[in-house]
């Protein structure tokens, strides 16, 4: 506790973060005067829409379970209200949270965390050979209507406002050939954590939309090795944008939405090195608890610029490693493991116990070590889990505490 409390005692001013939270559980339906039920119709489409917010998958709608509970949505309401939108009147919900989520466990569909990536929408539209960025003010129809999409699947998106600063910072046509320098620097001051760019190009019939997403905060976009996706679709202009958002909306939801039972399926060691100071500390904590398979965590140690996490899971092991690796600062850290040897503790040496960890600090002669990769290139100890037989002042190797998992922060 010593050194936790040295180390917080660095507390500097912590980053903003991107990402925002989005409100899954309310929606909002125009209630059909011509249905003679039109309120129970509502209900029965908003609590649909709630079930594939916060699924992340747009298919789960139709899950037996699901469709079985929608016939008493009411249940799963906890405040109504009636509002407007041109000239018709809404049925304003929220829906009641711990009851949706255990409902998507029951279901066996997955859970997308309500904070989300937020990203940065660049729209050019191009008519009679003529190309043009719409802004959010610009009240384009199409620009309307990816945003109505985007709300509907709880996918985040801002779209630049188009004053000064943004018109003398891109134009259309670097925005339609896709140069990437332009397209970062105009993007970084919405702080955004990825880039869309939505191109499209209107014709009689129909019109064609080719996108492409930069999964990257706009400042790394240029050094960035990570190759952008992209993808097209083709029909008439709302049908076209629709495809757009579910394809995008099924990428980050298949990227970070985890199954659980609701239930806590185990416990694990992490150790994260390179944590050199508190701001990174209070950063790495608090991308840990936003992970969707992690129930809860505690800080088990904090030696030099090493810190480890107990984690209590909602997932396997292995689906927690995923989804951690998806963050841009994280890596594994493979540590080779040093020949066993032989292995005793004078009893009258200085032992500080933490934990379950039993920590040499003097008149050591041999023990079974593993080494720690720090910053300063010095390996640290960690002394295994053993038993000790205090007649003849020696430790047994019997038990073998689990090895942590380490992962190493990377700027």
Do not use: C
Request: glycine share 6%; proline share 4%.
């Amino acid at each position: 506790m010593r050194h936790l409390a040295i180390f917080l005692m660095g507390l500097l001013v912590l980053p903003v973060y991107a990402a925002v939270k989005v409100d899954v559980y309310r929606t909002e339906v125009v209630l059909d005067e011509n249905d003679v039920d039109t309120e129970k119709a509502a209900k029965a489409a908003g609590f649909q829409q709630v079930i594939i917010k916060a699924s992340g998958d747009k298919n789960s709608a139709s899950n037996p379970v699901v469709l079985k509970a929608s016939r008493q949505s009411s249940q799963y309401l906890t405040q109504i209200s009636y509002g407007e939108h041109l000239g018709g009147k809404t049925l304003k919900m929220l829906f009641n949270p711990p009851q949706i989520q255990s409902l998507l466990m029951q279901a066996e569909l997955p859970f997308w965390s309500d904070v989300r990536s937020n990203l940065v929408v660049w729209i050019v539209e191009e008519s009679q050979y003529q190309r043009a960025i719409l802004w959010e003010q610009s009240g384009s129809s199409a620009m309307n209507q990816f945003k109505y999409f985007a709300d509907l699947r709880g996918l985040p998106v801002t779209i630049p406002v188009g004053d000064i600063d943004d018109v003398v910072s891109i134009t259309a046509p670097e925005l339609w050939g896709g140069f990437v320098s332009p397209i970062s620097m105009a993007s970084q001051r919405y702080n955004g954590d990825a880039v869309l760019v939505v191109r499209i190009q209107q014709s009689a019939s129909q019109s064609t939309i080719r996108w492409t997403l930069y999964d990257e905060k706009p400042a790394f976009m240029e050094e960035s090795k990570r190759q952008p996706l992209s993808g097209f679709s083709r029909g008439e202009t709302h049908v076209a944008l629709e495809q757009v958002v579910d394809e995008v909306s099924n990428y980050y939801a298949e990227k970070s939405a985890v199954r659980n039972s609701g239930e806590l399926t185990g416990t694990v060691d992490v150790q994260f090195i390179n944590i050199t100071s508190s701001n990174r500390f209070f950063t790495l904590e608090k991308l840990l608890k936003e992970k969707n398979s992690v129930a809860s965590l505690s800080v088990q140690k904090v030696v030099g610029n090493e810190v480890t996490f107990t984690v209590n899971l909602l997932s396997s092991i292995e689906e927690f490693e995923a989804e951690l690796l998806q963050s841009d600062n994280i890596e594994k850290f493979e540590i080779d493991t040093l020949p066993s040897v032989g292995s005793s503790i004078d009893v009258n040496s200085d032992v500080t116990q933490s934990g379950d960890m039993l920590v040499a600090e003097q008149g050591v002669d041999e023990v079974s070590v593993q080494p720690v990769q720090v910053d300063n290139n010095v390996s640290q100890p960690v002394v295994e889990e053993t038993s000790m037989d205090v007649d003849s002042g020696l430790v047994n190797e019997d038990v073998t505490a689990n090895k942590p998992i380490v992962f190493e922060w990377i700027d």
